[in-house]
């Protein structure tokens, strides 16, 4: 019988290593592009915050037009998605390409830099851009995004659900005790 030779599986498993390593720095690189905070970077790729600041500077900093780098604390405010009508319909298409992407089944347990969360982070960022394509001059940026994934992953502050007079995907608080309805179904009753 042939024995395989020892070191193919080690270099199997340097395959692997380098090939995780890659998709996080693509998904660094992307939230990079989408000006998000190195803690936001980190929480999801696992990088240091050094490797974060080395790869903004080697790969961002000499572009023409290179995104800012917010400072200070990430969105933690569930009400700004529903300061204004805008907003809440903004929001409303931002969570349903969530949804239908898959961003919000995977829940918000996953290890920083772990296949799971590599790929949930990519699937983010189709999300985003796809929201961005949809809705032009969209006013929820990228942390805000990220903020909104962890709450609807929670459940705690905000969740998906239906509409009760159009069966249509909305956001609704969880302990809410009032008849849940879409804006537009609300607003067709009013008039």
Known sequence: MLRPHPWKDAMRITDDRYHRERLR????????????????????????????????????????????????????????????????????SLATALWLLGVLAGGATEAPGSLAALARGALLCD?????????????????????????????????????????GLMLVEPFSLRITRCPHCAATTRC
Do not use: N
């Open 25 to 92: 720095m693509e998904l660094a690189l992307r939230f990079l592009r989408h000006e998000a905070r190195t803690q936001t970077i980190r929480a999801w790729t696992g990088l240091s915050d050094d490797r974060i600041r080395k790869l903004y500077r080697s790969y961002l900093d000499d572009a023409q037009s290179q995104p800012p780098r917010h400072r200070g604390k990430s969105p933690h405010q569930i009400a700004y998605f529903t300061r204004s009508l805008r907003l809440q319909e903004e929001t409303l």
């Open 127 to 167: 999300a985003f851009e796809f929201y961005q394509g949809v809705r032009p001059g969209a006013q929820i940026s990228f942390e805000h995004a990220v903020f909104l994934v962890g709450a609807l992953a929670r459940g705690d502050l905000l969740r998906v659900g239906w509409c009760s007079a159009c069966g």
